[in-house]
């Protein structure tokens, strides 16, 4: 045992480390071992008599070489654990000790290569075969649940995009991303990725958003209302006046740039920046304009009338008549003294609120507005200066939440800016706002599971049931639980062929829905497939039980109802009549106990559970 021992930890050690392969990873050590040991032991004994075994000579060389050792006295005397015993080795291997004893006549064989013995390798075999066939089942399982789930996703994404697709209106809203949307629903083919660019899009598009809100109003209000589509357009004008005031240094510098840049249309922009110059006050002096109290003086007050006229006389302003000087030297000093602090508190500030950049962009509209009242006066256009101011308000709150990415809140700010405007237009477009809160909030979500869950809240919301009550026609994938009571009739059985069953119910197939126009409910045509609450449903009959035994045939149920569907509630009334095989467990006569098939025709009154919307019609 020793000597196994030896020869054992001797074919662990000796690989170089060049030579530990993969192939020497694999080789049978023990066994190795046990053989040359054994072989060693054969020659000891010999006394003179080993040539005669010259064959057991070479497998002990051949096997020392498996290991990359020379049959050598070097190679021998190189291994640490060989050292002390080498020179003995060599010689008795090479027969040159011939003092021992023994017969040296009993047979060694090779082992050759190790082999498992028939028995073991037929367990392994089996067990291997066993494990490859579940791992294989169980992975096709995995596979196919989770291929039934994506394909049930990429059809709700094409259903949702179409959606999308068809409200015009999104595509004011969302430029870049309904340009993506009807680009993808020409393949009809949606990847991950594509959910990743769209979230994308969305983004890039909530930046405009508030400037694409006023043309998708715009859109909605009859050509008709003149006075309230230039009540939009003057909004939407001076939403982009107000953005382009906060990129300027000052105001008295962005009022002489942005009068180039829109006189031509907006020509009260030129009687404000010529009052912009009228009311600078006198060099040497820490502020931009003069106070009020610069004109008490009765001369300057009335030479600065006198000139104030002349100038917007000669600059041709129609807005500037003689009328209106008085109330220009009133309250202007004012209007300018209060932009000018709140533009010195913005600047002074270390930390720029927005509440101080919305004061600071209101009180440049409070310096327009009294401009704009004349104007509206002098073309015969009423608009409601503070609504619009309102408006207004609402459109810079609306682009702080969105540069703040608070994406919540949008839907609200947005929803509030419109009904401002113009009150009806979304009573009848709550649709478009569902999936404007889809594209919203797809711009929030962090991860996949959260984009899926978002999908299916778009494609069918809590409380879809009442999807059928409100649509002409609906088709979806459904599911019924509730309680059920009705005649059970049995196939093959020497008893009773018919009786009284009842208990729960909860069956799953498609639902074909028509609303009743009459009246608020609908009525449903339901093809069962599953009934998974059937195995607790109960005969009355002693002879005849349900089948404890679960298998999957035992959920099948394919059978045909119709349903009404109660008003705006979840409740459904309504017969179903199905086919049920092997659902029972039969004890006949002779004692013997066999499955046989049943059929039931039942009045149920159910709680409604769509799973999955294919189609709506309205």
């Not at 040991?37 to 064959?55: F, I, M, N, Q, V």
């Not at 006066?377 to 540069?403: A, C, E, Q």
Request: net charge neutral; aromatic share 12%.
């Amino acid at each position: 045992m020793k000597k196994i021992l030896f020869f054992f930890l001797l074919s662990l050690i000796v690989l170089p480390a060049e030579a530990q392969d993969s192939v020497l990873t694999k080789l049978p050590t023990y066994r190795d071992a046990a053989y040359l040991a054994k072989l060693y032991k054969k020659a000891s004994r010999a006394s003179g008599r080993w040539e005669e075994y010259t064959e057991d000579k070479k497998n002990f060389i051949n096997t020392l070489r498996k290991y990359n050792i020379e049959f050598t006295k070097e190679s021998l005397c190189k291994n640490p654990f060989l050292q002390s015993e080498c020179i003995a080795i060599y010689r008795t291997i090479n027969s040159e000790i011939h003092n021992s004893i023994g017969t040296g006549d009993e047979q060694v064989v090779d082992p050759g290569p190790y082999i498992l013995p028939p028995t073991s390798k037929s367990l392994l075999s089996t067990i291997s075969s066993y494990s490859w066939q579940g791992a294989m089942l169980q992975g096709t399982a995995s596979f196919m649940a989770q291929r039934f789930k994506d394909e049930l996703t990429s059809y709700s994404v094409g259903l949702l995009l179409t959606k999308i697709e068809n409200h015009k209106e999104l595509e004011v809203l969302f430029q870049h991303s309904y340009k993506y949307i009807k680009n993808l629903n020409r393949t009809g083919v949606y990847y991950a990725s594509d959910l990743n660019q769209l979230r994308y899009h969305a983004e890039l598009d909530l930046q405009d958003l508030p400037q694409n809100s006023f043309e998708s109003i715009r859109q909605k209000i009859p050509n008709t209302n003149r006075h309230l589509l230039f009540m939009l357009d003057e909004t939407e004008f001076y939403y982009t006046l107000l953005q382009e005031f906060g990129r300027q240094s000052n105001p008295s510098q962005a009022i002489d740039i942005l009068v180039d840049r829109y006189k031509t249309e907006h020509s009260e922009l030129v009687t404000v920046q010529l009052l912009n110059y009228a009311f600078r006050d006198v060099q040497p002096s820490d502020r931009i304009w003069i106070s009020a109290d610069s004109l008490k003086d009765k001369d300057v007050n009335l030479f600065f009338k006198a000139l104030l006229y002349q100038q917007l006389e000669s600059a041709g302003s129609d807005i500037g008549l003689q009328v209106y000087v008085d109330n220009y030297a009133e309250n202007f000093p004012a209007l300018f003294r209060k932009l000018e602090d709140s533009f010195n508190s913005l600047r002074q500030s270390k930390t720029p609120s927005f509440d101080l950049l919305k004061d600071y962009l209101l009180q440049v509209f409070y310096i327009y507005e009294p401009i704009l009242k004349v104007k509206y006066s002098n073309i015969g256009t009423h608009v409601d200066l503070p609504t619009m101011g309102k408006i207004l308000t609402k459109t810079l709150d609306l682009s702080n939440t969105i540069t703040e990415k608070q994406y919540s809140f949008i839907f609200p700010q947005l929803l509030s800016i419109s009904t401002d405007i113009y009150p009806e237009i979304f009573i009848s477009d709550s649709e478009s706002f569902r999936l404007l809160s889809f594209l919203i909030d797809l711009t929030m979500v962090k991860d996949g599971g959260e984009v899926q869950d978002l999908i299916q809240a778009a494609v069918l919301p809590i409380g879809s049931a009442a999807i059928k009550r409100a649509n002409k026609i609906s088709v979806t994938i459904n599911g019924y639980v509730g309680a059920t009571i009705g005649a059970e009739g049995l196939k093959g059985a020497d008893i009773k062929s018919t009786g009284l069953n009842y208990g729960l119910t909860a069956p799953i197939g498609f639902t074909l829905s028509f609303k009743n126009m009459a009246k608020k409910g609908s009525w449903s045509i339901f093809a069962s497939v599953l009934d998974i609450g059937s195995l607790v449903n109960q005969n009355l009959s002693d002879e005849v039980s349900t089948d404890t035994d679960v298998r999957f045939e035992q959920f099948l149920a394919p059978g045909l109802g119709l349903f009404y569907n109660v008003g705006k509630s979840p409740f459904t009334l309504g017969v179903h009549g199905t086919y049920n095989p092997a659902k029972r467990e039969y004890n006949s006569v002779d004692q013997h106990s066999r499955h046989i098939d049943t059929w039931r025709f039942n009045a149920s009154v159910l709680v409604d559970i769509p799973f999955f919307n294919l189609h709506i019609g309205k």
